[in-house]
T-cell receptor, first 113, second 114 residues
Framework: DQQVKQNSPSLSVQEGRISILNCDYT??????FLWYKKYPAEGPTFLIS???IKDKNEDGRFTVFLNKSAKHLSLHIVPSQPGDSAVYFC????????????WGLGTSLAVNP | EAGVAQSPRYKIIEKRQSVAFWCNPI?????LYWYQQILGQGPKLLIQ????????DSQLPKDRFSAERLKGVDSTLKIQPAKLEDSAVYLC????????????FGPGTRLTVL
């Protein structure tokens, strides 16, 4: 039972354009969401997070949007750069579960020069 | 600030052999996690320590996997005996407190079981 779903295994974008990575979840108890970026042969690196009390969080070129009614969040990267090419994981957690992170399968982003 | 350190980076063993991985978390981080990541999947939590106590080991295959956290700092994860399906990247992560959502990951150990 995949509680966090990233339905697009891969995405290709031109440098300078917007990258939009999507994530859906099924558990309405999730109240904290995170995006991690992973380069080959490295561990995941925290990118940005959002609490369920917000619908948007922005950090430089990265913005995460949360639509609680649709149980959907998205990561926008503007403008995309070749160095953004990596696998992006969406993760979610909830109170009362030791804040265990539930992970999606990841989306591989390729930003082409 | 030094990040999470793991060793070895790569390990190749034959099935039924034993293997151990080592992790040194970020200094001062109370919580330490071991994850298993199979190719094409997200990380799967194996065990979570709070200081040197186990908080969650519900997904640890206890018949073959064991882990300890010495004096609430370093940790080792052992597999004995290994199976082919244990081939994966083993990630160690740490966070400042038990309910800190942001986890900081080490580079991982890639295990290949032949």
């Amino acid at each position: 039972d995949q509680q966090v779903k990233q339905n697009s295994p891969s995405l290709s974008v031109q440098e300078g354009r917007i990258s939009i990575l999507n994530c859906d979840y099924t558990n309405s108890m999730f109240d904290y969401f995170l995006w991690y970026k992973k380069y080959p042969a490295e561990g995941p690196t925290f990118l940005i997070s959002i609490s369920s009390i917000k619908d948007k969080n922005e950090d430089g070129r990265f913005t995460v949007f949360l639509n609680k009614s649709a149980k959907h969040l998205s990561l926008h990267i503007v403008p995309s750069q070749p160095g953004d090419s990596a696998v992006y994981f969406c993760a979610a957690s909830r109170a009362g579960n030791n804040r265990k992170l539930i992970w999606g399968l990841g989306t591989s982003l390729a930003v082409n020069p | 600030e030094a990040g999470v350190a793991q060793s070895p980076r790569y390990k190749i063993i034959e099935k039924r052999q034993s293997v151990a991985f080592w992790c040194n978390p970020i200094s001062g981080h109370a919580t330490l996690y071991w994850y298993q990541q199979i190719l094409g999947q997200g990380p799967k939590l194996l065990i979570q320590f709070q200081n040197n106590g186990v908080v969650d080991d519900s997904q640890l295959p206890k018949d073959r996997f064991s882990a300890e956290r010495l004096k609430g700092v370093d940790s080792t994860l052992k597999i004995q005996p290994a199976k082919l399906e244990d081939s994966a990247v083993y990630l160690c992560a740490s966070s400042p407190g038990q309910f800190a959502d942001t986890q900081y990951f080490g580079p991982g150990t890639r295990l290949t079981v032949l």
